[in-house]
């Protein structure tokens, strides 16, 4: 098999070794043999260079695979025949991902049958000439050489391509001035934060995402999320209220609030209050504090909880449409990446909305049946639960529920009933992609795009939740806001101005690589000079490994 995969894909005119490497991805290689077996159908075992270069291109970029055989259609028809045909045709078909395509506009769009003879282009260039008689000559190669080759292949260049490159001296002179510098202006700050690297997809062109998966009611759902948005940037800062914010948290902050503002939207600062076990009231009113304190003022301050009625009604939906289930496997079964396969999986939909009405009735004990999805998630962990028991009072609806709806199942529709169109956060959430879209378009609800960024890590110091809280209940250091801890309060307490904070973070940046960084100087702020007051790091706690966000 391998062998006949090898001289299909030669015969397109890749190399043996490239060949060999194909095969090393089993989604690409099949692709790839789909698409030469069609154009061999067609024109044979020999395939034109040309030809073959574009089959591979599409197999290699296409990512709604059910438009391969339409374009390879094309590309063996020698409709499509240049790569800017192919680039064309890659950005029609991702911006129109329903049935049917329109052909005519699909062929307008590509050019096809349209021939550019030399003359014309010679025509041309005599008519910019003449139009531009007393231009220098090598000014204007340059620009039609970036214009045709650097669009092409690299895109048009931007601000930072056409800056000249600083010498020595004066990359020396920018560092005095930027480690002179505290604040940003809020301008300033908001474009650091979005960075030429952020190529968001526009609301209500979720399906432009890559990976965004599209269903028949996709569309439909878009357009009523545009009628209710009007089109504005929506973002959310959902915290768990079991806990102090840290500098970490101001990096989310920043980028949530930063870019909803920077792009003339509105940002919710939504509780994720799922958990009553570990929900104190001085969390939430801290957390709303530090935001503050950072200078932005959410649009609206949510709860999870405000959609718990809604949340077990699409529950039970989920259960009739045959997408979860109630099991009986402990927790400590289903721990881990490789658990047992759960023995009630098939049970009947109708046997499963009883015991989840028995759940939710207190007719169970803690641990003793959840309420599970069918799905695996990317990182191969099956079936996660979506609802669990808990006999402890909510903090806002007090005895009114015993079961409590998870993060996995409860994050994205909380993003879907607020219409949000960016939901940012921070790598370890990537794994969970794959159940966030799953589970909207399991429920024809309005599907968000979640866009995942590398978290902020500090060397030595302790930001986790969970180890601040070992070190406060045993005595390490006096409480939430211990001047050693870099916890947003603690660093108040310090005298870091919220400026500094945020022009900390706008310099970290924004990118999808993990970020790894020292603290900053640890002090207090100089009125004088505002700047900081470097001071020696004996006062700060320390930790042997890199800090949790």
């Known amino acids: 098999m391998a062998a006949d995969s090898v001289s299909l894909f030669v015969s397109i005119g890749l190399s043996e070794q490239k060949a060999k490497e194909t095969l090393k991805n089993e989604a690409l290689s099949a692709v790839l043999r789909e698409a030469v077996l069609q154009a061999q159908a067609a024109l044979g075992p020999s395939i034109d260079k040309v030809i073959g270069t574009l089959i591979y291109n599409v197999s290699t970029r296409l990512k709604d695979t059910k438009r391969l055989g339409f374009l390879v259609g094309y590309i063996i028809g020698k409709k499509i025949s240049t790569d800017l045909q192919l680039n064309a045709a890659l950005d029609y078909v991702k911006a129109h991902p329903l049935d049917?395509?329109?052909?005519?506009?699909f062929e307008k769009e590509c050019g096809v049958g349209v021939t550019v003879t030399p003359e014309q282009i010679e025509e041309a260039v005599r008519e910019a000439r003449n139009r531009l008689k007393w231009a220098d000559g090598k000014i204007i190669k340059n620009e039609v050489d970036m214009q045709v080759t650097g669009s092409a292949l690299l895109g048009p260049k931007t601000e930072a391509d056409?800056?000249?490159?600083?010498?020595?001296?004066?990359?020396?002179?920018?560092?005095?001035?930027?480690?002179?510098?505290?604040?940003?202006?809020?301008?300033?700050?908001?474009?650091?934060?979005?960075?030429?690297?952020?190529?968001?997809?526009?609301?209500?062109?979720?399906?432009?995402?890559?990976?965004?998966?599209v269903t028949p009611k996709t569309m439909e759902l878009l357009e009523k999320h545009l009628e209710i948005t009007g089109g504005q940037v929506r973002t959310r800062f959902p915290p768990e209220p079991n806990g102090i914010l840290h500098i970490?948290?101001?990096?989310?902050?920043?980028?949530?609030?930063?870019?909803?503002?920077?792009?003339?939207?509105?940002?919710?600062?939504?509780?994720?209050?799922?958990?009553?076990?570990?929900?104190?009231?001085?969390?939430?009113?801290?957390?709303?504090d530090m935001v503050e304190w950072l200078g932005y003022k959410p649009y609206a301050v949510t709860h999870a909880s405000d959609n718990f009625e809604q949340l077990y009604e699409w529950a039970v939906e989920l259960i009739k449409r045959g997408h979860a289930y109630v099991c009986h496997q402990k927790v400590e079964e289903i721990k881990g990446h490789n658990p047992p396969p759960s023995p009630w999986r098939d049970r009947p939909a109708e046997e499963s909305l009883l015991l989840f009405e028995g759940m939710k009735k207190g007719k169970f004990a803690e641990g003793e049946v959840t309420l599970r999805m069918k799905l695996v998630m990317e990182d191969g962990k099956m079936d996660?639960?979506?609802?669990?028991?808990?006999?402890?009072?909510?903090?806002?609806?007090?005895?009114?529920w015993c079961i409590y709806p998870t993060y996995d199942y409860t994050h994205c529709l909380c993003d879907s009933i607020e219409h949000i169109t960016h939901s940012l956060c921070t790598k370890e959430f990537q794994a969970r992609r794959s159940s966030y879209f799953w589970l909207c378009n399991a429920l024809d609800v309005y599907c968000p795009v979640q866009w995942e960024y590398g978290r902020l890590n500090l060397h030595y110091t302790v930001v986790s939740k969970r180890k601040i809280i070992k070190l406060v209940e045993t005595g390490a250091v006096r409480d939430w806001d211990d001047p050693r801890l870099f916890t947003l309060t603690a660093l108040r307490r310090r005298g870091f101005p919220p400026e500094a904070i945020n022009n900390f973070c706008a310099r970290v940046g924004v990118t999808v690589a993990q970020t790894t960084m020292e603290p900053p100087p640890a002090g207090s702020l100089c009125p004088e000079s505002k700047g900081f007051h470097t001071v020696p790091f004996s006062s700060t706690v320390y930790s042997s490994t890199t800090s949790e966000m």
């Not at 020396?172 to 505290?182: G, L, T, W």
């Not at 979005?194 to 998966?213: D, S, V």
């Not at 870019?259 to 709303?288: M, S, V, W």
């Open 384 to 400: 996660p639960v979506a609802y669990r028991i808990k006999y402890t009072p909510h903090h806002r609806t007090g005895d009114k």
């Open 100 to 105: 049917p395509i329109d052909t005519a506009e």
């Open 162 to 213: 056409l800056e000249k490159n600083p010498n020595k001296q004066e990359v020396v002179e920018s560092e005095k001035k930027s480690d002179a510098a505290v604040t940003l202006e809020s301008a300033s700050l908001m474009e650091q934060l979005r960075g030429e690297a952020l190529k968001f997809h526009k609301p209500g062109e979720n399906y432009k995402t890559e990976g965004y998966i």
């Open 248 to 288: 970490g948290h101001a990096k989310a902050i920043n980028f949530n609030f930063g870019y909803a503002k920077a792009n003339g939207g509105i940002c919710f600062l939504r509780y994720d209050d799922t958990n009553p076990e570990k929900e104190e009231e001085k969390y939430f009113t801290a957390i709303k």
